[in-house]
Each structure stands twice: as C-alpha cells, then as structure tokens.
C-alpha cells in the first residue's frame, strides 16, 4: 500500500518561493529521409542553393522542439506528414544546470497598513 511519506515539520506552511532553473534537454527524434531529401532540394524556398543535411535538421529541430510545431506547419514542409518527424516527448533527458532563488520581496497585505 502506497502512502505519502512527509517528513516531521513538512507540513505546508503556505510559504512559496520562486525558483528560476536553467535546463538542458537532450532530445533524440526521428526523421524520415524523404523529409531531408526535401529540405535539400535545389533552389529551396528556405535555404536556397547552399543546403546541407545539418542545416535541415538544425531547421527542424528548432520548430519541431523549440516552436513546438508539427511537421506540416514548418514552412518547407506543409506537404510532408507529420509522422514524417516524431518528437518522443516522453523520452526527453533533462539535465538541470542551475536553479537560483528569485529575490523575494514582502508585499505587505491590506490588512497590514
């Protein structure tokens, strides 16, 4: 049988803080190659004459994880299916590289004037 276990003094004090944390992720995904090959066509709307395959993948990176787009919504790509590029969210590897207190300011309450 499961409990929640809290520490003696855990108990909430109704007391919050900010904590700001800076994080990296590592995300593994999957590109179908058709979707490289587009991307590197010639004269490509996107990238011109001097593409390389980093440069799709780096393009796609960015919208796929960054903007959070699916495929067909990155310029470039509207005619590719999403499944063409999957992004496994359940598997991101997060790795927190700092987290450091907002200073904390007392606002008094009404009440308290």
């Not at 003094?9 to 490289?36: C, H, L, Q, W, Y």
């Not at 598997?91 to 308290?112: F, G, K, L, N």
């Amino acid at each position: 049988m499961a409990t929640d276990r809290q520490w003696p003094g855990s108990s909430p004090s109704g007391k919050t803080r900010t904590i700001v944390a800076t994080v990296s992720k590592t995300i593994a995904f999957t590109v179908d190659e058709s979707v490289i090959a587009q991307g590197m066509l010639p004269d490509s709307p996107i990238f011109g004459n001097r593409v390389t395959e980093d440069d799709v993948l780096q393009h796609l990176a960015f919208n796929l994880i960054g903007n959070d787009l699916r495929l067909s919504q990155i310029d470039g790509f509207a005619n590719c299916p999403d499944a063409s590029a999957c992004v496994p969210y359940e598997q991101w590897d997060v790795e927190v590289e700092s987290a450091t207190p907002t200073p904390v300011r007392r606002i008094a309450r009404a009440t308290e004037r």
